[in-house]
């Protein structure tokens, strides 16, 4: 079977992506899937301040560096450590 063209990274992405999702959606809202251009407010039913907390405490970031409204792929990349 041939390899399609940049699978690990996306594969590489989905991890992070999941990693991410983990830290802000408890397991009985974990998304069963998610759009290209779904942001954390799609699929996480907590309160902005919240999110930004989780998000800083798991990542190192401020929250005045954690752009919410990017969609979730962009999102991890920009929390990747780097």
Not at 11 to 20: G, M, S
Not at 61 to 80: C, F, M, N, T
Request: glycine share 4%; net charge negative; hydrophobic share 45%.
């Amino acid at each position: 079977m041939a390899e399609l063209s940049g699978n690990t990274e996306v594969q590489a992405r989905l991890a992070r992506v999941e990693t991410l999702l983990g830290h802000v959606c408890d397991s009985e809202e974990f998304p069963w899937f998610v759009s290209d251009e779904a942001t954390l407010y799609d699929v996480c039913t907590l309160a902005k301040p919240e999110i930004l907390a989780r998000l800083s405490h798991a990542y190192g970031k401020a929250p005045q560096d954690i752009d919410l409204q990017l969609p979730i792929w962009k999102l991890v990349d920009r929390l990747a450590p780097g």
